[in-house]
């Protein structure tokens, strides 16, 4: 087989990848820590990054596109063709301090957290990272807006009775504070292709943060297909940014927006029902559609299995679900 | 040796998986066969559907099988796998219906009937460890 030695830094080290072999095989034989299982490329446990080259692409072979863009690979594919500096997953990260430049309100229990940065903070609009306060406790939480906005970052930040970080960014933290935020995460964000493609967009709470910069970076990028957004939440008080939506709806004619309430109230405006099964009645054909799902865990896994049958594919649901910390 | 049978030859030493046409044709079979099984209130209790992503994975590396792709389960991975299933209650009935889909599947995709009838024969091969017998 043809193939030359190549050289895999991973933090530091260096390990050499013989002819032929595989990254994930060349890494078991230096006795590297790296998870794995199947071996031929279908349970995705070996994923790994590369932090510089473009990987081979028989490596990145059944990968979603978001993944594929940052250089993800599965290690057990990977027969290098040149060095490579590769990234576990578990690896530690690296923070940058920001400077809190606005903290206000967005209803009744929700915090708009801006935070600004000296240089540019490269990331897709719709993924998350942690931030950290300075004993060292962290969460992760998700961007808001899309990185064209001037070196800042965007939270909606909902306070968690009991929750110990929400309550201090909701309580402590004012202008002017710094606070380190990790380098971006997460697949779920919109990519430039297929733009006739249909877009729906469900999410609850705050899982409309990431849902706010998709949104604004499909219609930034032309997306010229359907976009449907439905928000939802029990009260009316618990959704916001309700007036900015309705304006963008009327300034595009592609994007709609549905804001959903579950509660007994509903005043005018707004549809009765959960936002799962209001957006799910809504469709008799997800075929060809890409889906983005945010928010509660239970209706993402439940509404990844509702669009699935529905007919969109898997590789074009994306989702990250919020995972609340135990307090 | 003539050239047509070399080309004979050649067709035969093909396994199952490259004349089936190898893993896009797994990919086009995947969803279909579990969107199939997932509509099935005869064996959807068996498919934990809490991750989705994992049982498209699973669902994957049944077709490789099927395909005599490659593929590293034992007779042994196959009984543990299932295990926790057979406790559930799963039995031949079941197992009849997983076929029923994966047929359905391949003839939806118009794969050429002796292609299926190969690729169902691997699939059966596996019953008795899939039912822990």
Known sequence: MKGVMVKLTIEEKTYSCQPGETVLDALLREHVNISYACKKGTCHSCMVRSADTLPPEAAQAGLKNTLKKQNHFLACLCRPEQDMIIKLPDQSEFYTEGTVVVNEMLNRNTLLLVIAFEDAFEFSAGQFVNLQRADGLTRSYSIANTPQESNTLEFHIRRLTGGRFSEWLHDEITVGDTIAVSEPRGHCFYLPERSEQGLLLVGTGTGLAPLAGILTDALAQGHSGPIYLFHGSREFDDLYRIDELRQLARQHQNFHYIPCLSGKHVPEGFTHGRVNEVALASFTDLKDWRVFLCGHPEMVNQMKKMTFLKGASMKDIYADAFFVTPV | ?133
């Not at chain 2, 997932?38 to 959807?44: A, C, F, P, S």
């Open chain 2, 1 to 133: 040796m003539t050239d047509t049978q070399n080309n004979q030859e050649a067709t035969m030493s093909k396994t199952l998986y490259e004349r089936i046409g190898g893993e896009a044709a797994v990919n086009a079979a995947v969803e279909l066969f579990y969107r199939k099984v997932l509509n099935d209130y005869r064996i959807n209790r068996f498919f934990d559907d809490s991750d989705m992503d994992k049982q498209i994975a699973k669902q994957k590396a049944f077709f490789t099988m099927a395909f005599g792709g490659p593929n590293n389960y034992t007779g042994r991975d196959m009984r543990n796998a299932h295990a926790p299933l057979v406790k559930m209650g799963l039995d031949n009935s079941h197992f009849d219906a997983v076929m029923e889909h994966l047929g359905a599947t391949l003839v939806e995709l118009k794969v050429p009937a002796d292609l299926i009838a190969e690729a169902a024969a691997i699939a059966e091969s596996a019953r008795n460890d899939v039912l822990g017998k």
